[in-house]
């Protein structure tokens, strides 16, 4: 009876600690209503794609600043480009939505 009881208890205890952890992982994923109720697959799948998106934009952000770099040195002349304000025209944070 007392290794039930423990069993049981060990249990519980690993399931608040995975719905914590499920809490919050989703607190970081943006939705529209922002308390929109998901499940634990919505919050997962949710949780890939904004990574994805971000991975995606990360990756272009880096590819400008490595063209305008490009372009310093081989133009020969010192060009102005506009201040990075780390959000690109074009992308939308859209993580419920098919890629």
């Known amino acids: 009876l007392a290794r039930r009881v423990f069993t049981n208890s060990r249990e519980r205890w690993r399931q608040q ?3 914590g952890a499920f809490s ?5 994923i943006p939705t529209h209503p922002p308390d929109k ?3 634990k697959n919505e919050i997962l799948r949710l949780a ?6 971000l ?10 600043k490595s063209r305008n770099s490009l ?8 060009t102005l480009s506009p ?6 025209q074009g992308h939308t944070c859209q993580p ?3 890629r």
Do not use: A, M, W
Request: no cysteine.
């Open 17 to 19: 600690n995975v719905n």
């Open 24 to 28: 919050e992982l989703r607190k970081l």
């Open 37 to 39: 109720k998901l499940s």
């Open 48 to 53: 890939v794609k904004y990574i994805n998106f």
């Open 55 to 64: 991975v995606t934009l990360l990756n272009d952000q880096t590819q400008d």
């Open 71 to 78: 372009s310093l040195l081989t133009g020969g002349v010192l």
């Open 83 to 88: 201040p990075e304000t780390g959000i690109k």
């Open 96 to 98: 419920g939505t098919q």
